[in-house]
């Protein structure tokens, strides 16, 4: 029982750092249209600043905050030099371009920091873990990450339900050509949502930092995941990627987690461990199929353009 | 297609005799090794050539078609191992079971449109990538070595590099000329008519669905014949041939060759593998004055090119090299 609520909370933990992935990826498509396959580059190039800052600084809080600024920056330096011209093209044309994104940025990754990966290390405060009633040893920061992507969520939420700004954002996954034709500067808009999907990628893969390696190419699995919850969530809907990121994150981690004891149940124990490996891998992918089969549009659809 | 002495159908004739040629050059030459290259680049080209069937005339982006290299390969793979070394037990094999997962998948998938098909094929590719790597009995992540080729007692020798080219290339030709008739014929009118106005087929009265089903399974089993024949020529097989970028590579090359052309993917893979080859020397050249001796290094970053140059080419040479070709003789 306890190990089931232990594996509920990283399933959580999984499933929010999913959603903060997510929510760029969503922003992105559904106000700009963009297919943007570079988002995972952009998710490991904050997590290879967050190393190397927190490096010269010392400091873990500074350099990610310092990889935070940075990966905005890179971010919407992308979105200027490459990804303007893909606007209003076919989706193939913006798979292929940033397609050639997600090469160019491995080499250059490859190049700067070398082929060998790198590691973050937690501050001391970081690396304890709490007693969570009832009584499992949970390490921090998981919560830390937990509680930071709430925070963040909450922080998106009030920005795209509260402010102007949010207002025009929202007002542009539903209908794009009508917030330019009230004389917007949309070109300003897309470059900042841009920067703001990520920035969000880019704490999603600084926070994951020190619990995986940083290495060339750990955006790519984790891009495909992102994808699979905005399909689920819901193209251009934030609470949509919210519900579906936690979702695919319990769903995958408590299956993996129980998977092999359920097949064991029914069947022998060689063929419970032969397929269950397998098996955990497609849950997710099974989730797709099922939802895209009874609700194309995905949970929670944004009023079509 | 018209049989006109355009430089674009003078390029393709030049291309099929140098490859019909290349032993012959690589046997005086000594350069024993460009028949594995082009061996790998005709099989390749084949893969690609049924990517461009779905893509270039379907419309139909397939993020998971390398998966079918991957059927096709572990199939030969798993018999082999099973003491089924027969090629005329493998290669129908390989072709059936390809077909069957591009009958399931296209199922599935067909029924999206748009950037939801490219996803749930990219989520297909990944499901069955997984899939491979938990095959324990055949290899997992590690891969499966195959310790002899296909054996087609007495008819061919394929551990015979040259024999084994000429294989690969009759069979590359044989899937460019199925695509070029495939496409020209009223089951292609279908299914570009169906890449353009999906809607207005239908009210013509086309069973869209079908076609378009039917166009991707044909596909399928051409990649599927690719990867028994990758399985064979790199005698190993494993999940990476399975990748989601993998496929990406393969969208490349129809991209680079030309999509609406059925040169185009052989085009796209000779022209990937020229860049493989010449932009580290370019590179090495152009950092000389900086780096003096670290240039050759330098060049080994030669991807770092690749990314943007695809970027151009998508925003500037929308039809690809073959579509230059064709610009060129306009113009």
Known sequence: ?305 | MTAHLTPRNIVFVALLIFLAFLPVYAAIGGKAFLITLFTRIVILAMAATSLNLIMGYGGMVSFGHAVYIGVGGYVVGILAQEGFPSGFLQWPAALAVSALFALVIGALCLRTRGVYFIMITLAFAQLFYYVAVGLERYGGDDGLTIYSRSDFSGLLNLSNKTQFYYVCLILLIGAIYLTWRLVNSRFGMVIRGSRSNDRRMQAIGFPTFRYRLTCFVIAGTICGLAGALLANHTEFVSPAMMHWTRSGDLIVMVVLGGMGSVFGPLIGAIALLVLEETLPVLIGWAAYPFVGAAATQAGEYWQILLGPMLLLVVLFARGGIAGLLSGAHRG
């Open chain 1, 1 to 305: 029982m306890l190990l089931f609520l232990e594996q509920c909370l990283n399933g959580l933990q999984f499933g929010l750092l999913l959603f903060l992935l997510a929510a760029g990826l969503t922003l992105v498509f559904g106000i700009m249209d963009l297919v943007n396959l570079a988002h995972g580059s952009l998710y490991m190039v904050g997590a290879y600043f967050a190393a190397t800052f927190a490096a010269w600084t010392g400091s873990f809080v500074a350099g990610a905050l310092l990889a935070l600024g940075a990966t905005l920056l890179v971010g919407m330096a992308v979105e200027v030099i490459a990804l303007r011209r893909l606007y209003g093209r076919d989706h193939l044309d913006h798979v292929l371009g940033t397609f050639g994104l997600i090469l160019f940025f491995n080499e250059l990754v490859r190049l700067v920091w070398g082929p060998a990966g790198l590691s973050l290390s937690l501050p001391a405060w970081l690396s304890t873990s709490v007693q969570i009633p009832p009584g499992i040893q949970y390490p921090t920061y998981r919560i830390a990450i937990i509680v930071m992507a709430l925070l963040v969520a909450l922080f998106l939420y009030i920005v795209v339900m509260r402010t102007r700004v949010g207002m025009l954002i929202r007002a542009g996954a539903s209908n794009r050509e009508m917030v330019g034709a009230l004389g917007i500067n949309i070109k300003l808009l897309y470059t900042l949502v841009f920067g703001l999907g990520a920035a969000l990628a880019g704490l999603a893969g600084l926070m994951q930092a020190p619990i995986l390696t940083v290495q060339i190419g750990m955006g790519e699995n984790i891009l495909i995941l992102a994808f699979v919850v905005i399909i689920i969530g819901g193209i251009g809907s934030i609470r949509g990627a919210f519900v579906a990121a936690i979702l695919v994150g319990l769903i995958d981690t408590i299956g993996r987690g129980f998977l092999p004891d359920i097949l064991r149940l029914v069947l022998s124990s060689r063929g419970a461990s032969a397929i269950a490996p397998a098996m955990s891998s497609m849950l997710i992918y099974l989730l797709m199929t099922v939802v895209l089969v009874l609700r194309p549009e995905g949970l929670f659809p944004v009023s079509s353009k």
